[in-house]
């Protein structure tokens, strides 16, 4: 196996045996070729002269004209060389070195991990196989994160006087009547968090019948308007909910910020997890941690329905997200780093399904459970079978050869091979653009050049801007009027058409611009709900529909746009640093939401704003369609991101004649794409 300065391995044997194995022609990337060739630094590869080059075929220049048809050369076994016209010898010394022919000679077996994925499959049944256990995981995560709705729901309540709940032939009606204040603002059209400070000990049938017969007019009215608070705790509606931890723990009123709180744990843990999951995630690989972490969250889970106290339950959720963040971004990671230049971006949104799919599901489940003990353990139990798939699923080749550990990348490689029945050339060098730095690169390098310090800082915001308007507008759906299995289950059902609009955008239009559109088509919408009259509800619940489509497909494509941005040695960490950022939104959503005591759409309204000014922000990162992810971390002075090269450019059909690359091959998917990509940072 060849040394290169480029981290590289060598793959030997077929995939298949019995099967004729098939040369795979390496790319040459115009870094290494100038290197090599001595190309001056500040011209680019393919500004090369080739009309002079091909002019020096006459004068006995180093390169002959790539455009003659006979391409046979006849050795001597000396230095000798026949001439293709008249059939002359001259001796190779007389002649000087050519740069083009040194340069493919030295990369003659280098192949770049993206050309062996367009060889082998840039999805095939491997990928698939691989992507469907991934989007699993993320099922189950959903759950987990989003059951706060139904566990920690606060049903309708008011003051508990257990007088005049002992009198089983008082109506419900009648026990408000002479307990509690009018409030119009409530369910019951009673306060819930008031009751009149009156002694009802000693009170009889005959007692509340000559009250009642006495209050003339509005309820209390034969009263002083003196109260007080609920003196022996709360009765509640158990026509929706029969148990959640605010029945439990009477987490209402004075302590109805806890019930928010608890979901806030659980954001915090993703918060802490976002701060080292990415750099162990890119020191241990993607596998192990996410397996780990996914362990961690389902075990987690379960604890969590036995928790004894409120304190308890906040601990164990604030463990379950800790863990939540590396299951999904290095699901994601994995995912996107098995595929190839083409489907990236298809599979980066696709993935998305699956957490509508559990979504919807977990609507499904907590129609059928309505104790929340019972609905938390249904949920993460069962979970524990995913962690089957972990014997299937490998480690990323693509961090692997960033690691230098070539033979493990190169199993799976065979692997892939197997799978997806095709086959290799036996003796090719794998390798990815990562240097000796970059394999011991650390979080500071998301800001080591100006235009990773650039795309840090906003990918940082876009996915705030992300997470707290996705995450604020799924916990107040619900608590917009009717049905809230069913609120909750059309807010999932939602998602689809948003994700499939992500998909076809990032298809056909790139990252920039839709980004752009659907972050701004969310805020405006949600705005405007401030403004709608109070008696056009089904207006507001439209225009809030359309906010979360909107958002939805946003933070797909944020998810495609951030791991295409980041070089692979410092993907992983790219990720955990945006899904920090988006857990801060994330953690803030319900406390924003605290606001709707003012007005339910105040809430809506700021999560507007914060949506529009994402949107313009978003135009700032480089288009990342149709490119090369980069390996390596770009030095200081490259410009950046990627340019494609039309493949039917003069220069560049010039350029792979000459170093044996004709057009058919090409064509016939050798680089598996139809042009040369050159990356700039």
């Given at each position: 196996?060849?040394?290169?300065?480029?981290?590289?391995?060598?793959?030997?044997?077929?995939?298949?045996?019995?099967?004729?194995?098939?040369?795979?022609?390496?790319?040459?990337?115009?870094?290494?070729?100038?290197?090599?060739?001595?190309?001056?630094?500040?011209?680019?590869?393919?500004?090369?002269?080739?009309?002079?080059?091909?002019?020096?075929?006459?004068?006995?220049?180093?390169?002959?004209?790539?455009?003659?048809?006979?391409?046979?050369?006849?050795?001597?076994?000396?230095?000798?060389?026949?001439?293709?016209?008249?059939?002359?010898?001259?001796?190779?010394?007389?002649?000087?070195?050519?740069?083009?022919?040194?340069?493919?000679?030295?990369?003659?077996?280098?192949?770049?991990?993206?050309?062996?994925?367009?060889?082998?499959?840039?999805?095939?049944?491997?990928?698939?196989?691989?992507?469907?256990?991934?989007?699993?995981?993320?099922?189950?995560?959903?759950?987990?994160?989003?059951?706060?709705?139904?566990?920690?729901?606060?049903?309708?309540?008011?003051?508990?006087?257990?007088?005049?709940?002992?009198?089983?032939?008082?109506?419900?009606?009648?026990?408000?009547?002479?307990?509690?204040?009018?409030?119009?603002?409530?369910?019951?059209?009673?306060?819930?968090c008031e009751m009149y400070a009156r002694n009802y000990t000693g009170w009889t049938g005959d007692d509340v019948i000559r009250w009642l017969n006495a209050s003339s007019s509005a309820p209390g009215a034969n009263d002083s308007s003196a109260t007080t608070t609920c003196q022996s705790g709360w009765s509640y509606d158990t026509s929706v909910y029969s148990s959640t931890i605010v029945t439990e723990w009477d987490l209402v009123c004075g302590?109805?910020?806890?019930?928010?709180?608890?979901?806030?744990?659980?954001?915090?843990?993703?918060?802490?997890?976002?701060?080292?999951?990415?750099?162990?995630?890119?020191?241990?690989?993607?596998?192990?941690?996410?397996?780990?972490?996914?362990?961690?969250?389902?075990?987690?889970?379960?604890?969590?329905?036995?928790?004894?106290?409120?304190?308890?339950?906040?601990?164990?959720?604030?463990?379950?997200?800790?863990?939540?963040?590396?299951?999904?971004?290095?699901?994601?990671?994995?995912?996107?780093?098995?595929?190839?230049?083409?489907?990236?971006?298809?599979?980066?949104?696709?993935?998305?399904?699956?957490?509508?799919?559990?979504?919807?599901?977990?609507?499904?489940i907590a129609y059928g459970i309505r104790d929340w003990r019972r609905l938390q353990l249904v949920i993460a139990a069962p979970s524990f079978l995913f962690l089957l798939t972990a014997i299937f699923v490998p480690e990323s080749p693509r961090w692997l050869y960033s690691r230098r550990r070539t033979e493990e990348a190169d199993g799976i490689v065979r692997r892939i091979v197997l799978f997806n029945h095709q086959t290799l050339k036996d003796d090719i060098d794998i390798y990815v653009g990562a240097s000796e730095e970059d394999v011991h690169s650390s979080c500071g390098d998301l800001c080591q050049t100006n235009r990773m310090r650039i795309n840090t800082l906003l990918l940082g915001f876009i996915w705030f801007a992300n997470a707290l308007v996705y995450y604020g507008v799924s916990l107040f759906m619900p608590t917009m009027g009717g049905n809230v299995y069913l609120n909750f289950f059309l807010s999932g059902v939602v998602e689809l058409p948003g994700y499939a609009i992500a998909q076809l955008s990032i298809t056909y239009l790139g990252r920039r611009w839709p980004l752009c559109v659907t972050l701004t088509?969310?805020?405006?919408?949600?705005?405007?709900?401030?403004?709608?009259?109070?008696?056009?509800?089904?207006?507001?619940?439209?225009?809030?529909?359309?906010?979360?489509?909107?958002?939805?497909?946003?933070?797909?494509?944020?998810?495609?746009?951030?791991?295409?941005l980041y070089p692979t040695v410092v993907r992983a960490k790219g990720m955990f640093a945006s899904t920090l950022c988006g857990n801060v939104g994330n953690s803030l959503a319900?406390?924003?939401?605290?606001?709707?005591?003012?007005?339910?759409?105040?809430?809506?309204?700021?999560?507007?704003?914060?949506?529009v000014v994402a949107g313009f922000a978003s135009l700032i990162p480089p288009e990342t369609k149709g490119t090369h992810l980069l390996d390596k971390i770009p030095t200081a002075n490259s410009s950046s991101y990627i340019s494609v090269i039309p493949e039917d450019s003069l220069t560049v059909k010039k350029f792979q004649k000459t170093i044996g690359l004709d057009r058919d091959e090409t064509e016939s998917g050798v680089y598996g794409r139809g042009d040369i990509s050159v990356s700039r940072l």
């Open positions: 196996m060849s040394s290169s300065s480029s981290t590289k391995g060598g793959l030997t044997g077929s995939a298949e045996r019995g099967r004729t194995t098939e040369a795979v022609l390496p790319v040459l990337d115009a870094a290494s070729f100038a290197a090599d060739s001595e190309v001056p630094p500040d011209r680019n590869l393919f500004e090369l002269d080739f009309l002079d080059l091909e002019s020096s075929a006459d004068g006995g220049g180093g390169i002959e004209n790539p455009d003659f048809e006979d391409d046979d050369v006849e050795s001597t076994g000396s230095s000798e060389r026949t001439d293709r016209h008249d059939g002359s010898k001259s001796r190779s010394e007389d002649l000087p070195p050519s740069p083009v022919t040194a340069a493919a000679a030295a990369a003659a077996n280098k192949v770049d991990f993206d050309d062996v994925l367009a060889t082998v499959g840039e999805f095939g049944r491997f990928q698939g196989f691989v992507f469907t256990a991934l989007s699993l995981g993320i099922l189950i995560e959903v759950m987990l994160v989003l059951d706060y709705v139904f566990v920690a729901a606060t049903p309708a309540h008011w003051c508990y006087v257990p007088e005049l709940a002992a009198m089983m032939n008082l109506s419900a009606d009648d026990r408000f009547r002479i307990s509690l204040p009018v409030d119009n603002a409530t369910e019951t059209g009673y306060s819930r302590d109805s910020w806890m019930a928010s709180f608890a979901y806030t744990a659980l954001a915090l843990g993703q918060l802490l997890g976002a701060t080292f999951w990415g750099a162990v995630s890119d020191r241990f690989g993607r596998r192990r941690p996410y397996y780990l972490a996914m362990f961690l969250m389902i075990g987690f889970g379960v604890l969590v329905s036995v928790s004894p106290n409120f304190v308890v339950f906040c601990l164990f959720q604030a463990v379950v997200g800790v863990n939540t963040v590396a299951c999904f971004a290095s699901g994601v990671t994995i995912a996107v780093e098995l595929s190839g230049v083409t489907w990236r971006g298809h599979l980066a949104t696709a993935i998305n399904y699956f957490w509508t799919f559990g979504y919807m599901l977990l609507a499904v088509v969310a805020g405006v919408a949600l705005v405007c709900t401030m403004v709608v009259p109070s008696d056009l509800g089904w207006l507001s619940i439209t225009l809030t529909m359309l906010g979360k489509l909107c958002v939805t497909a946003s933070w797909a494509i944020a998810i495609c746009f951030t791991a295409e319900p406390m924003v939401g605290l606001l709707s005591v003012y007005s339910p759409y105040i809430p809506l309204g700021a999560f507007g704003v914060v949506a």
